[in-house]
């Protein structure tokens, strides 16, 4: 039996990545796991087995208060990777986001897959989850970091045998920034085994972290302006601006359970988006598994599963206005193509399921 180590940046939050590197663990079950660091409390949440895995944790997490400073301290990241002995492995799979963990080194003999997120945005331009850029003292804290990041980023992007990205906006990105190429593997995707009733429900939701490159204060403007119902899902740094701006229309719903969640997409006439430059959107594509239409902004890898008058809409520009024109247009389609955009909806998430995604990684790995 080959001996498999399991390598992610970090668990100080959950979301997508999260998601992704806890499907490989159920893959391999017995891998060992490797990790800069932890916030008990998301392990707690979202991992209640965490306490039986076999754990390794990086040295600079005993550094006081790192999991709130890991950003301002990036610049460690290459000795966190590099400080790690994988010679002991046929198979290393790292999940690899912003904190570069494809940066670890293993033997010629060991076959490293890193499984590629995004490139980390806040070297290559992107945006971000907090606008640090209008800060003075950041922009030159950055500008100094982060060119040596970039330089170090490359190299490491290098080191794995096989590079696969999350979407084929990311293997653009992979391809620009690393002049590799990558395999797409989709992330995987919880859908409801069987698929649901299609009826018309009489609000909005959105499922997403409130931090600023989501834009959900967008979506609270639109609900205020075109008197709209939203059900915003999810909590964050922004959480207590958003609230803020809120009409009696949006509710926030912070944390909900599965249960609770399947009951949400059930009454919901369509999942709003307004990311922008989002590498995949796993959120998006689990409310499709519940038979819920998408209507997203038009950018980053929501173009490859939001298909325009199929399965939902893509508004072109992030405004109130853009994203009500395609509500009106949602709100205006008969019964029967409502409940057929439904359908189709569904039939696109089945291309995302769990399943297909342990397969596609399995061979890989060489191990069936």
């Known amino acids: 039996m080959a001996n498999i180590a399991l390598v992610h940046d970090h668990l100080f939050e959950f979301g997508g990545a999260e998601r992704v590197f806890l499907e490989l663990k159920k893959i391999f079950p017995q891998a060992d796991v490797y990790l800069a660091g932890y916030k008990k409390n998301v392990v707690k949440r979202w991992i209640p087995d965490f306490n039986t895995w076999r754990v390794q944790i990086a040295w600079v997490s005993k550094i006081p208060f790192f999991s709130k400073l890991y950003s301002p301290l990036r610049f460690l990241a290459p000795y966190v990777w590099e400080s790690f002995d994988f010679s002991n492995y046929d198979v290393v799979i790292s999940s690899s986001g912003w904190f570069m963990s494809k940066g670890v080194l293993t033997k010629p003999g060991t076959r490293h ?54 979407s084929h906006e990311t293997r653009r990105r992979i391809q620009k920034f690393y002049r590799r190429d990558a395999l797409v593997i989709y992330p995987p995707v919880h859908i409801p085994e069987k698929a649901p009733s299609y009826t018309k429900g009489d609000y909005f939701v959105t499922l997403s972290r409130l931090a600023f490159k989501k834009h959900v204060d967008l979506l609270v403007r639109a609900a205020n302006e075109y008197d709209f119902r939203l059900k915003v899902i999810g909590t964050g740094r922004d959480e207590k601006y958003l609230k803020t701006l809120a009409g009696e229309g949006v509710t926030f719903l912070g944390y909900v359970s599965d249960y609770e969640l399947t009951s949400l997409y059930a009454g919901a006439k369509a999942f709003l988006n307004a990311s922008e430059e989002e590498e995949f959107g796993i959120a998006p594509v689990e409310a499709m598994g519940h038979g819920v239409p998408v209507i997203a902004c038009a950018s980053g890898g929501l173009k490859e599963t939001v298909k325009e008058g199929c399965n939902g809409y893509l508004f072109d520009e992030l405004t109130p206005q853009s994203l009500y024109e395609k509500i009106l247009k949602l709100e205006k389609l008969s019964q029967e193509n409502y409940q057929q955009m439904r359908k189709t909806a569904r039939k696109e998430s089945e291309k995302y399921s769990e399943a297909v995604f342990a397969r596609n990684i399995k061979k890989l790995t060489h191990i069936e």
Do not use: C, G
């Open 113 to 166: 897959i890193s499984y590629i997120h995004h490139p980390p945005a806040h070297l290559y331009f992107y945006q971000t989850a907090v606008e640090w850029q209008k800060y003075w003292p950041f922009r030159v804290y950055a500008y100094v970091v982060n060119h040596f990041l970039r330089m170090w980023d490359f190299e490491a992007s290098q080191r794995p045998d096989i590079l696969v990205a999350n």
